[in-house]
């Protein structure tokens, strides 16, 4: 019963998981400002790394563990530097 419930919990996790990775793709290109294209930038980064954690309980590799923390590593020193290049002009002080 409870690898059931695990299986379609999974599933609607994912299913919505992808719907807001293509809403934040559309604030990444439709975003009138560049401060909303960060924010979906942002936003992109994070739901990706939640679906492959997702993909890794799902089929019990390691690999997407691994993948999740190097896109969350990457993610970050991004947002940081797309920052301060919107508050200064430049990333390098």
């Known amino acids: 019963m409870s690898a059931v419930i695990l299986f379609w919990a999974l599933a609607v996790s994912q299913i919505c998981l992808g719907i807001a ?34 993909f890794g309980i799902r089929t019990g590799t390691v690999i997407y563990f691994e993948s999740a923390l190097v896109i969350a590593l990457l993610g970050f020193v991004s947002s940081v530097g797309l920052a301060k290049f919107l508050m200064r002009g430049e990333v390098i002080e």
């Open 21 to 54: 990775l293509f809403c934040a793709a559309y604030r990444l290109v439709k975003g009138p400002r560049a401060q909303d294209r960060v924010l979906g930038l942002d936003t992109l980064y994070a739901t990706m790394m939640m679906l492959f954690i997702t």
